[in-house]
């Protein structure tokens, strides 16, 4: 066992929980203005594709060498903008209902970027590969420093600010916060918006980060382990963040066990079983903790202006 916790676990922990903490507080913005946020794994696809695409167009047709990464982090942004103003036109706008309007943007985002891909580098199953250089930073206390920043930057918003008092409160009592001259609708995009934002750049992260190439359902679910962490975390910045990094570990966990751990007969544990471990603890979790836990009163209830 000392050759799965080593000191590089804590740096595999952090870069695999990344994506999931921005994912997750992406969906805590929405969340706590009331619409359920089905939709991060597609958002995250999208942000993943479109950041490897215009990353290799930005390097090999624009010549901006270093610099691409980072215009594809911009590219993996718009991308979640994108498919976040989709859906919040879709649930705000025409009221649809938004678990029904998340799954299909799920399923949509697992083929449309196949599709993409086999049009512009004939290839449906990944994008072409990215050189190490031309990828974003890796190093574990850069990343760490930066999602500290960026979670207390939002506690801060959501609690010391007007701003984040309006949006928690279209997530509670949205008749009250109308009643108060807030635009319910407004606050709404907001925060949908705000979650396509930050799981776009999650997604970016997973392809021009960790990977070199996007591959297809490259997020393998983390969407969901990113929104069964925001109910484990109790729809609080702090708290969302530490179910994060419970999530990683445990994948770092089932990395590091890979070969060095085995079966009483000395053969490997099949690595199946280990890649198993983070999607039945999200089970697991959502098992134990999605009925002690409670969400915004408001969640997933199209609001209806009175006349």
């Known amino acids: 066992?000392?050759?799965?916790?080593?000191?590089?676990?804590?740096?595999?922990?952090?870069?695999?929980?990344?994506?999931?903490?921005?994912?997750?507080?992406?969906?805590?913005?929405s969340e706590r203005s009331g619409v359920i946020n089905i939709a991060l794994e597609g958002k995250m696809l999208a942000g993943a594709f479109t950041a490897a695409a215009v990353t290799y167009a930005a390097d090999t047709k624009l010549g901006m060498g270093n610099a691409s990464p980072w215009v594809g982090l911009?590219?993996?942004?718009v991308a979640g903008l994108f498919i976040a103003f989709i859906y919040a036109v879709s649930c705000i706008r025409f009221k649809a209902d938004q678990v029904v309007s998340g799954a299909a943007i799920n399923i949509l985002m697992l083929g449309i970027p196949g599709f993409l891909s086999g049009a512009f580098f004939l290839s449906s199953g990944s994008t072409p590969q990215l050189p190490k250089d031309h990828l974003l930073p890796q190093s574990p206390v850069v990343i760490a420093i930066t999602i500290l920043i960026l979670v207390a930057l939002i506690w801060y918003v959501l609690y010391k600010?007007?701003?984040?008092?309006?949006?928690?409160?279209v997530g509670e009592k949205p008749e009250a916060a109308d009643a108060a001259g807030v635009s319910v609708s407004k606050l709404r995009y907001s925060g949908v918006l705000l979650a396509g934002m930050l799981a776009g750049i999650g997604?970016?992260?997973?392809?021009?980060?960790?990977?070199?190439?996007?591959?297809?359902?490259?997020?393998?679910?983390?969407?969901?382990?990113?929104?069964?962490?925001?109910?484990?975390?109790?729809?609080?910045?702090?708290?969302?963040?530490?179910?994060?990094?419970?999530?990683?570990?445990?994948?770092?966990?089932?990395?590091q066990m890979q070969g060095a751990v085995k079966l009483p007969s000395g053969e490997d544990i099949p690595v199946q079983f280990i890649n198993m471990v983070p999607y039945v603890l999200t089970i697991v979790v959502l098992a134990g903790f999605i009925g002690s836990s409670r969400p915004p009163r408001a969640l997933g209830v199209p609001y209806q202006k009175e006349k």
């Not at 799965?4 to 999931?20: D, H």
């Not at 911009?74 to 942004?77: A, E, I, P």
């Not at 007007?162 to 409160?169: A, M």
């Not at 109790?234 to 990683?248: D, E, H, M, S, Y």
Request: charged residues 10%.
């Open 74 to 77: 911009l590219g993996g942004l």
């Open 203 to 255: 997604g970016a992260y997973l392809s021009i980060g960790q990977s070199s190439l996007f591959t297809r359902n490259m997020t393998a679910g983390r969407g969901f382990i990113a929104l069964a962490a925001l109910i484990f975390g109790k729809w609080r910045p702090v708290q969302t963040l530490l179910a994060c990094l419970l999530f990683g570990f445990t994948e770092a966990v089932s990395i």
């Open 161 to 169: 600010t007007p701003f984040g008092l309006r949006l928690r409160s």
């Open 1 to 29: 066992m000392r050759d799965v916790f080593t000191l590089s676990l804590i740096a595999s922990t952090i870069r695999l929980a990344t994506p999931l903490v921005l994912a997750a507080l992406g969906g805590l913005f």
